[in-house]
């Protein structure tokens, strides 16, 4: 059965103009895949929230137990960078369609563009120093200002888009392989007994103080105020600095998955116009794919007994490129189902919260840091990789719970609408 052409009623209302109000022109797959993303990206974040410095990347840092591994095994097949990579791919569509409607409006698209990324590097530095290290939103802010300059240009064609992005991950991941190949070596020659004297001591020094940060984390989590973690992590790495690292060690990747974004959104892949068969068969070869892979990873990495050095190597170089088959593969399958799921009682609950990913993003940050560091409940590292999940679960039932409610009274959620207050330097209507 071949898609239709025309975009179904049930997947678009009327056509919108940038300064509309938020519930004209949306596209029903791109809130559902939204919101399905930010459920999936709490339960990478929670992990972060619950475990100090590297022990969320090595399980083997706090508890050495079969469960731990196994459920760090279930995170890197199904959960580790798949929703930040789909969350990324959504950014890039949702430029693509602003620029679109600011142009179908005769604004200057380019500017509020641009005003609507300062914004958001503002809320995301905010959200970085108050509440969360792993913050996304400054790297979109900063990246996007390299997008949008892209999609301006005339007739550029959606395949020279994707060239473009696979150039950009080829980079990034000959850049990430680059950066943790010596330590990853220097482990792989202590494994196999042929390091040299000069070697081990190295590699003695670079271990002692993986893990000697890990405990000082742990620590520094367990005792902490809320403003002595929030002046930590600037003194550490201000907004400043952090942007300068962006485009500087990783930008690339983020960058790549954004035109792929625009060049999917540009081809009416999330409006429907693709045939329906095919994109559900290439989309599960992707995920089969991508889950082949990464169970491969897994499983070198836990023979190799979870050494910091291999574990980072393993799932940092070259991980967002294997990824993206289960990326697209996912955004495929939840596209074909929306128009029948969308309907339902979780589709509507899944398009409200990704109306609100905003939101719901920047409140699981506020919530969940209480029951796990020093300053609240202070249950950081206590609680099991499978415990934690019952966290993830709770902060699902809250987004799913509140979104919709809210959205039948108000036509925005609160940060979308000061988001878009601030962009447009004027107050929008915020009842019903």
Known sequence: ???????????????????EPATAGR???????RGFAVLGILAANMVAF?????????PTMIEDSFAEKLFWLINLLLVDGKMRGLFTVLFGAGVALFLEHARAKGAKGWWLQFRRLFWLWVFGSLHYVLFFEGDILLDYAVMGLFLVPILLVPRVPNWA?????????????????????????????????????QTARDYADWRGGFEGDTRDALAFDQRASFIDMAVDR???????????FVIVAYGAGYLALMLIGA????????TGNWNAQKVVLWSSIGIVFSLFVALGVGLAIWQSGFGPATTYFYTYAWAPQYRLPMVL????????????LGTTWLGERLSAAGRMAFTNYIAMSVIFPVFFHGWGLGLIAQVSRWGIWLFVFAGWALMLGWSKPWLERYRFGPLEWLWRCLTYWKVFAFRR
């Open 50 to 58: 619950a475990l100090p410095g590297s022990a969320h990347r090595v």
């Open 161 to 197: 888009l994707v060239v473009l992005a696979a150039a950009l991950l080829v980079w990034d991941g000959y850049g990430a392989a680059s950066h943790f190949d010596p330590d990853y070596q220097m482990e792989r020659a202590i494994a196999a007994g042929t390091a040299d004297a």
């Open 1 to 19: 059965m071949r898609m239709t052409n025309a975009v179904p009623m049930d997947m678009m209302d009327v056509a919108a103009t940038p300064d």
């Open 27 to 33: 596209i029903r797959s791109l809130d559902l895949v």
């Open 263 to 270: 060049a999917l959104y540009r081809a009416g892949f999330f």
């Open 329 to 340: 593969g996912m955004a495929g399958l939840l596209v074909v189902a929306t128009p029948k």
């Open 234 to 244: 600037h003194e550490r790495d201000t907004p400043i600095s952090r942007t300068i």
